[in-house]
């Protein structure tokens, strides 16, 4: 069975996937790298292995109550990441902070040796770094899964169970926040300036 295109597709696949234990292995095989991206850009590559594992083991675990008419398997998915991130929320402001400090790590593996990802953590400038690190973790949150995921504001009020005007008011403040520590600069375009980078 193969992923099928598109919102339907992608739901009929998913039942398939999530009801069946040998099938399930093709929710992994879709979606293990874009995942393990956002979870390594947030807490470094260190601990992605073990916390990208739990998410799938979280969601195999929990396939049978997975509503793909609630929910895309994408952002349940993103869903299960940031809670679990969410959990080492000391290590990642930690990182943050001293990305802050000390900007990227010279000695950080090469684009060969890393997951295509649209934006790594220790690519950001250490400003921005040390900005994201002062951030609430709710709001950081929100701003991470739009300009680490990609994900719509519908798609992070599903991942995070919050309506859709309060991803849209967290938005809002951390871009503010964000914006004030980087001197008026646009943290959307210093994401986008590290992501070419």
Known sequence: MSWAAGP???????RRSLADDEVF???FDAYFGEIHGYVAQRLGPDSAEDVVADVFLVAFRKRAVYDPD????????????TKLVGKHRRLEARTLRALGRHGPDADAPGPEDRVTVRVSAQSLRPELAAALAQLDQRDRDVVLLVALAGLSHQEIGTA???PYGTVG????RARKK???????TNPMHVLEEADRG
């Open 8 to 14: 339907l597709g992608e739901a009929v696949s998913a």
């Open 70 to 81: 609630r929910a895309s398997v994408r952002a349940w998915l993103y869903g299960i990441a």
């Open 160 to 162: 995070l169970g919050i």
């Open 169 to 172: 008011s967290r938005l809002n």
């Open 178 to 184: 964000l914006r004030g520590a980087l001197g008026g």
């Open 25 to 27: 292995a093709e929710v």
